[in-house]
């Protein structure tokens, strides 16, 4: 059974910085393009990042570009969001997701499976 579990949200003020992780169990965590994803209540799910099976590429919506850095621990089957400067437009709920594509993908139906999510509020 394949689990996803995010941790490391919560609430911080505007310009501070968090760090998300994602543990992943019962897959081969090496062999899945990592994503994370974003969604406000009554909004849909955006894609804010991914990362290569290897961590060598990365791709960053334009928003949080120079300002979130995802990365990955293939030996603790772990992917990170660091966030810093963050605004009050960051707050959602953080989703990540494993995708067995080659390739970084985007689209939400292009990964496999999804955490529960973690929230992330940015007071102004």
């Known amino acids: 059974q394949v689990q996803l579990v995010e941790s490391g949200g919560g609430l911080v003020q505007t310009g501070g910085s968090l760090r998300l992780s994602c543990a992943a169990s019962g897959l081969t965590f090496s062999t899945y393009v990592m994503g994370w994803f974003r969604q406000v209540l009554g909004k849909e799910r955006e894609f804010v990042a991914a990362i290569s099976r290897s961590g060598t590429n990365t791709y960053y919506t334009d928003s949080v570009k120079g300002r979130f850095t995802i990365s990955r621990d293939n030996a603790k089957n772990t992917v990170y969001l660091r966030m810093n400067s963050l605004k009050p437009e960051d707050t959602a709920v953080y989703y990540c997701?494993?995708?067995?594509?080659?390739?970084?993908?985007?689209?939400?139906?292009?990964?496999?499976?999804w955490g529960q999510g973690t929230q992330v509020t940015v007071s102004s």
């Open positions: 997701a494993a995708s067995g594509t080659y390739e970084l993908v985007l689209k939400i139906s292009q990964y496999n499976y």
